[in-house]
């Protein structure tokens, strides 16, 4: 199929793939940044942004070939590739099959979740965006203010007060406007296993990174993560939630150059702690207490719906 996507910058062409209920919208925070070293091209996945949704099934498996579909139509088989939870799953994915990809960074891949997990993962996402289109009225605002992001976004961020203001609300208007959203979620929750890839099997470099206080896909997730692509590094954002490119923008892109760049580097030098001045603005029992506010208002309001 055709997808929708939008190409910036010059160099080495470079794909990024967006994540559930996302567009290509979603690597505003990295888009200038990757942009002046590599020509980016971002896709809105099927059903996603203005892409229309396949026929039939959307799944990673669907997924995967309509991408492998639109890579071969535009003459980008063998690009680099950076991808985003769904998105992170799918370059995994390809990557496994082999001739479609190059170099792969995979931030905070799904599928990896096993036991209590599904259902922590289903249903805590599942709320989430019910209370997303409940609250769409009210929802620039709410996005648009510290305060609005502190209550509505710690389940994906690590530091929700400093997401971008029109990072927010964007990604909040699409996760709720999205078609494919409800079946895509129980696909990932309860479709088809992520098959391995063997040892040796990826020659091309391949690098999963984890935010260490991912609430979506747990960080111990990881674990499976590497034992199913044993080819793979992992790299690890401290002071980071779901999202790297909210929490992490330019830790984010010096990864994705190293790596897509084929450069030998050390995590340190990734991560340059000693050049951070990163501070908390909100203590952390304000995120936990904003996010239970939100629930109890959430649960409430859609209560309040029924009744109607």
């Not at 967006?18 to 091209?41: C, F, K, P, Q, Y």
């Not at 995590?267 to 304000?286: N, R, V």
Request: glycine share 10%; aromatic share 8%; charged share 20%.
């Amino acid at each position: 199929m055709d997808m929708h996507f939008i190409r910036r910058g010059t160099g080495k062409p470079l794909l990024l793939v967006h994540g559930i209920g996302g567009s290509w919208r979603s690597w505003n925070t990295l888009m200038d940044a990757l942009a002046a070293e590599r020509e980016v091209v971002a896709v809105d996945l099927p059903g996603h942004g203005e892409t229309p949704k396949l026929v039939g099934e959307n799944s990673i498996g669907t997924f995967a070939d309509a991408l492998t579909d639109f890579l071969g139509q535009h003459n980008l088989l063998g690009i680099d590739a950076v991808g985003s939870s769904m998105g992170a799953r799918l370059v995994l994915e390809l990557a496994r099959r082999g001739g479609v990809l190059g170099a792969v960074v995979s931030l905070d891949p799904g599928g990896f979740w096993q036991g209590w997990e599904i259902p922590f993962f289903y249903h805590s996402v599942a709320v989430s965006v019910k209370l997303v289109r409940a609250l769409q009225p009210v929802m620039p605002a709410l996005a648009g203010s510290a305060v609005g992001r502190t209550i509505l976004l710690p389940q994906f961020s690590a530091k929700p007060w400093a997401v971008d203001s029109k990072q927010a609300i964007d990604e909040m208007h699409t996760f709720a406007h999205t078609p494919v959203f409800d079946e895509l979620l129980d696909q990932l929750a309860h479709g088809e296993v992520q098959k391995p890839a063997p040892k040796g099997s990826i020659s091309e470099p391949l690098v999963i990174g984890w935010g260490r206080q991912d609430r979506v896909c747990l960080p111990r997730q990881a674990e499976l993560a590497l034992a199913k692509f044993p080819d793979a590094r992992l790299y690890w954002f401290d002071n980071c939630g779901h999202f790297p490119q909210w929490d992490q923008p330019a830790e984010a892109v010096r990864l994705i150059l190293a790596v897509t760049g084929r450069q030998e580097f050390s995590d340190a030098s990734i991560a340059q702690k000693a050049a951070s001045t990163d501070t908390a603005a909100f203590p952390k029992a304000a995120v936990i207490g904003a996010a239970l506010a939100l629930l109890a208002g959430g649960c409430w309001l859609l209560a309040s719906r029924k009744d109607k």
